[in-house]
């Protein structure tokens, strides 16, 4: 389809060129007009963003700050351990896998029990998506807790700050824990502010905003196209995911109490594979 919609899109463009530099003779006020409407559509949205901006962080300063009201404070002598949170996203529970995909995950529970881990049998999330529920483990509270929370005015662009942001962070870093985080393909999971950040060679990858915006352009065939490395997440998710494993080995030779985050999205392709590598004709 796009080299039939190329072809007419160019076309039309050529005509409408020729057509509009035959007909325009001076081409001052064309342009002062157009550059009037630009500043007009430009403010108008920073009309609304700028005050909800201020606002959001004004409300966030205030909610961290509580936060070191409720300082905890170790003994003196007390060791300080390592804090690992690892997000396997979309991995399900053991009854679920087995009922769903049919795969059996005793083997591997048992095995984790053994070395002294607790799994939760019949878990479940605050809620069904991986932002507002991070959100709410990172601030131990509901979300709805976290100003400005505004159900009526739609979207929830303040959560992502509060992830990056967030309580718990806030408290250990206050402790002394140094904050290590991964690189990962969702920004709002990307606090590149921590002071280990850690992240493969990957080249340049372009992130959501930047992709749609090139969907919008005549780039689209090349965006579709098998060659298009730039918006491939899936396997930038993979690398990101070896070079995690990778390294978290390493990092209790690092000195100094760490807290360390780290959200792998590799769950789904691991099913996907391990189905197609047993031979399932419809593998998911």
Known sequence: RHRYLLTLWITIALVSVIFIARQVKNVTWPGLYLNIV????????LIRIVPYQIEQHMAQRKYLL???E???ALAPGQPVPDIYYIILDGYARADVLQKVYGID???F???LQEQGFYVAPCSRSNYNETYPSLT??????YIQSLPPYAPDKGGRPWVSEYLKR???RTLLESLGYRTV????VYETLLWDDAEMYRAPSIGLMLNPFETFLLQTTPLLPWLDSATAKLTDRDRLSRLNTLYALSQLPQLPLTPGPKFVFTHYNAPPPAVRIWRERRGDSNPL
Do not use: C, M, Q, W
Not at 38 to 45: F, K, M, R, T, Y
């Open 166 to 168: 967030n309580r718990v």
């Open 136 to 141: 709410s483990t990172f601030n131990i509270d």
């Open 109 to 111: 529970l048992d095995r």
């Open 66 to 68: 509580s936060a070191t």
């Open 181 to 184: 985080i991964f690189y990962n």
């Open 70 to 72: 409720h300082e905890i």
């Open 38 to 45: 630009g500043v007009i559509l430009v403010l108008l949205p």
């Open 105 to 107: 995950n005793k083997e």
